[in-house]
């Protein structure tokens, strides 16, 4: 696809051919501002019409539209606390549920369940969404997401405002969800040491928001070891 949304004169991203393949993890790396975070949002389909601007090529994801069903692709913002949307732990993960129509009595199971995966189970669900760390916030997010069974689940810079402790958190929790598998990941981040042991596939965009690079992260990090540099990525040692 090429994509010139915003209405800007020149495209954000051009001439995308990305197949995602069902269960697959993929870091997605390019310089600030490259387009790495409206990919992501094209994939959910959340841009509205008066921002989607003119798309060519359209995006297709295992043959269906995105967002066909709700909670189909869920997206973890990098701003802890930017996708919160409830006063409370509970109400908080059980609110994609309510908007889709789930049965009151299936929520606190799936919302327990929910909250388990990404390390919070121990969380009493009338703990104000206020009072949580940046890193226990974006788990929330996570959580919040995954009671909707997503097949996608991207994270946009989920670390990149949180300590190193909270960021460990993150992680620790997108890795027990790579290892529970069946969903496919895709992550975008500017440090990548921690997360190359976690994922199989590196893509690369470039500033004028082509794909560069695209293949098994090994190879990728070793073939352009000194371009990544120049983008600022923090390629591991
Ligand atoms: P990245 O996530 O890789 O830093 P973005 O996808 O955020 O890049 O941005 C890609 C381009 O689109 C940039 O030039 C940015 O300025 C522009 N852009 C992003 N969001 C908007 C918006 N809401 N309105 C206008 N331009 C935008
Ligand atoms: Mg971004």
Request: glycine share 14%.
């Amino acid at each position: 696809m090429t994509w010139r949304p915003f209405g800007r004169r020149e495209p954000v991203l051009r001439d995308i051919d990305l197949t995602l393949t069902p269960g697959e993890r993929v870091l997605l790396v390019g310089p600030s501002g490259s387009g790495k975070s409206t990919l992501l949002r094209a994939l959910t389909g959340l841009l509205g019409s008066a921002e989607a601007g003119e798309l060519t090529g359209g995006v297709t994801l295992d043959g269906a539209a995105p967002g066909a069903r709700p909670g189909a692709v869920g997206l973890v913002l990098q701003e802890p606390g930017a996708g919160v949307v409830a006063a409370t732990v509970g109400r908080d993960v059980a609110f994609g549920l309510e908007n889709v129509g789930a049965p009151p009595a299936s929520m606190p199971p799936v919302v327990a369940r929910s909250l388990a995966a990404v390390g919070l189970g121990d969380l009493d669900l009338e703990t104000p969404t206020s009072a949580l760390s940046g890193g226990q916030t974006q788990r929330l997010a996570l959580a919040g997401t995954l009671a909707l069974d997503p097949a996608v689940v991207l994270l946009d810079e989920p670390t990149a405002m949180l300590d190193p402790g909270c960021a460990a958190e993150v992680r620790a929790a997108v890795a027990a969800v790579a290892a529970q598998g069946g969903r496919t990941l895709v992550v975008v981040e500017h440090v990548l040491a921690p997360w190359v042991d976690l994922v199989e596939r590196l893509v690369v965009l470039s500033g004028d928001g082509r794909v560069v690079a695209d293949g098994p992260v090994g190879e990728v990090l070793h073939a352009r070891r000194e371009e990544l540099l120049d983008m600022g990525i923090w390629v591991p040692g």
